[in-house]
């Protein structure tokens, strides 16, 4: 038997006064776009905000259904339309604040499981690493330096061959 470890590394800023101002102002628009959550079910509101390599920003927020598996998180939400609006652009960085309505977040809340698979095929698909940041509601925000990092046994499609 051999053992196989792979650790991440997340970089911690202690508020969001620590950010670079171009990260602030993404980390602004996720928390506006996760203001607009339709999160009835759950009460956990997120957002999501992307820069792209051609300057746009997208955004996206969770959107749940009474059948929960049917919802969408955010994270998904905005990282499909801005590959089906922008399929050629670069994902440069993502940023993330998350929130339970009656339970308001001080912690870094990084996203699930589905939406880390999803996020790293674009990852792959463009060569090249996407930053991520994310937060609760309010207090410290963690970075990571690209999604691989926070899946580091990554599914992808050399496996399906």
Known sequence: MKEIKKESTL???EDLKALPSEI?????KAIEAR????????NFQVGAALLLDNGEIITGNNQENASYPSGLCAERTAIYYAGSQYPDAKVLQM???ATAKNNP????IPPCGACRQAMVEYEIKQETPIAI???GEKG????SNSISNLLPFTFDKSVLF
């Open 11 to 13: 970089f911690v800023f």
């Open 105 to 108: 977040t001080e912690t870094p």
């Open 95 to 97: 940023a993330i604040s």
């Open 133 to 135: 940041y994310f937060m």
């Open 24 to 28: 602030l102002n993404l980390i602004h």
């Open 35 to 42: 203001k607009n959550a339709y999160a009835p079910y759950s």
């Open 140 to 143: 410290a925000v963690a970075k």
